[in-house]
């Protein structure tokens, strides 16, 4: 049985910066894929960045590019989410997600981290 547990999402103003961490556990962490989506209210969910399984490939959504920044720690079975400049419109729940398929969807999904960013 996967799991995957989000932390680190909260209040933060503009400019800030945050760190959300997922632990996964139920399989094989380092051959998966892994990666962030987040939904805002009203709004579709749209991919954020997704990280190759020992981590040498990263890939980003176009509007966090050169904000937020993707890594994982094959030994401790996490996977990060480094997120600088936040912006109000970067406010969203946050999914981990692993088996990823780039910029379009997962196998498996955590419960979601609440990040709020304000002006």
């Known amino acids: 049985q996967v799991q995957l547990v989000e932390s680190g999402g909260g209040l933060v103003q503009a400019g800030g910066t945050l760190r959300l961490s997922c632990a996964a556990s139920?399989?094989?962490?380092?051959?998966?894929?892994m990666g962030w989506f987040r939904q805002a209210p009203g709004k579709e969910r749209e991919f954020v960045a997704a990280i190759s399984s020992y981590g040498r490939n990263t890939y980003y959504g176009d509007s966090v590019k050169g904000r937020f920044t993707i890594s994982r720690d094959n030994a401790q079975n996490t996977v990060y989410l480094q997120m600088n400049s936040l912006k109000p419109e970067d406010t969203a729940v946050y999914y981990c997600?692993?088996?990823?398929?780039?910029?379009?969807?997962?196998?498996?999904w955590g419960q979601g981290t609440q990040v709020t960013v304000s002006l």
């Open positions: 997600a692993l088996d990823v398929q780039v910029g379009v969807s997962a196998g498996y």
């Open positions: 139920g399989r094989t962490f380092r051959s998966s894929v």
